[in-house]
């Protein structure tokens, strides 16, 4: 998977945060794919082609407003963020840095797309509300809380262990978005996905990224396990997924992984450098090891009178109830009768137990050389005949 850089499009910081920056070299008609884009964000992404990418996964600066040094009981240095691109001069100024690329964002979403931003308590309430004010539509808040976070030194606040996510549709009248909601809860061992994660640990160990000296990359790398309960819940093989913070290059790496394409947004050439040769060593997954578990409501609807009508049931076979308690005869145009009562599998198997609603998939069993068997496996059975 090919990994290109462009030359920055601005330099100046200022000018960056607002949006002035100059034309971009990515011509409107091309979507860069699997390539890191070195420059600013916002003026790469008014480049990009509109509705073009199907997800955003940002972590922008959190503009953490640090009064001073960190050190611990020891005296010992704490590496914290105090890099320029985490410094706004005002509330206003990084308000309006939000909203400029949360914009740009919003331009190159598909109709159907959805955004990821992570923050703290510094940044993601300013966020939330800028997010909703420029026609976002919010899913969840997820709370990431970290099993390992970094302590309060001083013990005059309470440990910051945990980070926000907001998940938001590109609108709020957009009828579809990608959730993978039966490949999250198989993930959880057959439960419902919560809004807390806690199994997701700080990026530490052979995962942090270092440079020469054995210093961190980037001082807010975050875990590959995080963007990859992310992609594979709110995204498909082939997506596109834009990052436009690129930093070293995490979403990228899992994106190569996961078989989605990414296009990655950084203005830093010492990042772009880390996280090119990060992705190069990435070895991707093979195709069917992507597929993840459906929901039957996203199969093909197969009416039962097309099992008829192919001969995998008769007309004047019987059907019975899990216990065999009832019967009920398969007509030809696929209705059931028991009785003086005809109907659908669904409707008959609602008389038969006085039910207001059945699934007759389920209900409903034929015999076979192994006792009685849902009808529904006939329509797996038809799926796979029908190269459905």
């Known amino acids: 998977m090919a990994i290109k850089t462009i030359e920055p499009v601005q330099k100046n910081a200022a000018k960056a945060r607002s949006g002035t920056a100059s034309k971009s070299p990515v011509k409107a008609s091309a979507l860069p794919l699997d390539q890191i884009l070195v420059g600013d964000c916002i003026a790469l992404m008014n480049s990009l082609p509109e509705a073009s990418v199907d997800l955003v996964f940002a972590d922008p600066p959190y503009n953490l407003q640090l009064g001073g040094d960190l050190v611990r009981p020891d005296n010992s240095h704490v590496d914290a963020v105090d890099n320029d691109w985490d410094k706004f001069d005002s509330f206003a100024a990084y308000d309006q840095f939000t909203r400029d690329w949360l914009r740009a964002a919003r331009r190159v979403l598909k109709p159907d797309g959805a955004i990821w931003v992570i923050g703290s308590y510094h940044n993601i309430f300013r966020v939330g509300a800028a997010i909703q004010d420029l026609g976002f539509w919010i899913l969840n808040d997820v709370v990431w809380n970290k099993s390992n976070p970094m302590p309060n030194f001083k013990g005059t606040r309470l440990a910051n262990a945990h980070e926000t996510l907001i998940w938001a549709a590109r609108s709020k009248d957009q009828k579809k978005y990608t959730f993978n909601y039966d490949a999250l809860k198989t993930a959880n061992d057959d439960l ?8 997701l640990p700080i990026c530490s160990g052979g995962e942090r990224m270092k440079n020469d000296d054995g210093r961190k990359s980037h001082p807010t790398q975050k875990p590959e396990a995080l963007l990859h309960r992310i992609l594979v819940g709110t995204t498909n093989p082939g997506a596109v997924v834009l990052d436009p913070f690129f930093g070293t290059g995490t979403t990228g790496a899992v994106a190569r992984l996961l078989g989605r394409h990414y296009i990655g947004l950084e203005r830093d050439k010492d990042y772009v450098e880390v996280a090119t040769r990060r992705i190069a060593n990435v070895r991707a997954a093979a195709g069917e090891d992507l597929l993840v578990s459906t929901s039957k409501k996203a199969e093909p609807r197969v009416p ?4 008829v009508e192919h001969g995998l049931v008769r007309p004047g076979d019987r059907l019975y109830c899990p216990r065999n308690r009832h019967v009920a005869r398969v007509r030809a145009d696929g209705s059931l009768s028991n009785g003086d009562a005809t109907g659908s599998i669904h409707r008959m198997g609602a008389h038969v137990q ?23 496996l006939l329509r797996r059975k038809f799926r796979t005949q029908m190269g459905l």
Do not use: V
């Open 304 to 307: 039962f009178g097309a099992l």
């Open 354 to 376: 006085n039910a207001p609603a059945c699934n007759g998939w389920t209900f409903w069993h034929f015999k076979s050389d192994q006792g009685l068997a849902p009808i529904d």
């Open 192 to 199: 419902q996905m919560r809004s807390d994660w806690w199994t």
